[in-house]
């Protein structure tokens, strides 16, 4: 005769003999960020290389693609040259245009000057998508402390259906030196506000150290929310309140945990841009096929 207690027991224990088998059978594969690398303009720009120049350096070097500066694409414009003959030339280069970098104030407090920023972002976003350009990157130039994040969250989803409507995707981003929007919290805060799938954050190692966020909380951003990372570094010896955009130093160069950051975007499990962005006087001292070519290097000694 069959013991009541035993056959109980056996009963309970059998689904989950079944669960652990299954789990033994199939074993959970974790995805691993895959990485493109992007030459953010400003890296050279002491150098006083045109458009056409910069692509061919970039190239050569063996990057992905380039995130030019709005100012560039202007410049390039006012030469006499067209949007088409630009595209070609990064096309045949090999390179993408990952994203550019303008500053409509479109989140500006002051309705006037946000409608304005508005009505400058439609117009350089129609810019972007005739050279294939899928991203702008949306800072809060224009914005005066204290800023309602609320209403930044408002004007972000708007922005977004600009966005779509243009094909050119918003990059929300913060700086680290600027007092109305300086913290990765506010960023996520606007984003969250805005409510959206296609929201998503520019963050960038200086802006984390220098406005207080420091690197922890990039571990709560779910791969989907960023697209495009600024990588650089942050000296030691200047106090994190005295450090400017110019004290940027080489990826690894400086004293930012660049390992333990890689390991957080490694694990978010969706491709992203990394996009070296300097502003540094020695740099723009030095040859600028040089330092294309060192920054390369250092970005993936990590990743």
Not at 8 to 21: C, D, E, F, Q, R
Not at 38 to 50: D, Y
Not at 122 to 130: N, P, S, T, W
Not at 209 to 235: C, T, W, Y
Request: proline content about 6%; charged content about 25%.
């Amino acid at each position: 005769m069959i013991n009541r207690r035993n056959l109980l027991k056996s009963l309970a224990l059998a689904p989950l003999a079944g669960v652990a088998m299954n789990a033994e059978a199939k074993p959970t594969v974790k995805r691993e960020t895959s990485f493109k690398f992007s030459l953010n303009t400003s890296t050279i720009r002491g150098q006083k290389l045109s458009l056409p120049e910069i692509i061919e350096l970039t190239a050569r070097a063996g990057y992905d693609g380039f995130e030019p500066w709005m100012m560039e694409i202007q410049a390039y414009l006012e030469s006499g040259k067209s949007l088409a003959s630009l595209k070609k030339l990064a096309s045949d280069a090999g390179l993408e245009f990952f994203d550019c970098i303008g500053f409509p104030t479109w989140m500006a407090q002051d309705e006037e000057k946000s409608k304005a920023g508005f009505a400058q972002m439609e117009k350089e976003m129609g810019i972007l998508a005739d050279l294939g350009c899928p991203r702008v990157a949306a800072p809060a130039i224009g914005t005066e402390a204290p800023l309602d994040l609320m209403q930044a969250g408002k004007k972000y989803k708007k922005l977004l259906d600009l966005g779509r409507k243009t094909g050119v995707m918003p990059q929300l981003e913060f700086w680290g030196a600027y007092p109305s929007f300086h913290h990765l919290g506010q960023a996520m805060m606007v984003a969250a506000v805005a409510d959206d799938p296609d929201a998503k954050i520019l963050a960038d190692v200086y802006h984390l150290f220098r406005g207080g966020s420091g690197f922890e909380g990039m571990k709560l951003l779910d791969g989907q929310a960023i697209d495009i990372f600024h990588l650089n570094d942050v000296p030691g010896d200047i106090p994190r309140l005295e450090q400017q955009d110019k004290d940027r130093v080489f990826p690894g160069d400086g004293a930012a945990p660049m390992q333990e950051l890689a390991d957080t975007l490694k694990a978010k499990g969706t491709p992203v841009i990394l996009s070296l962005e300097l502003f540094n006087p020695t740099y723009y001292a030095m040859d600028a096929a040089v330092v294309v070519k060192e920054g390369l290097e250092k970005m993936k000694r990590f990743f």
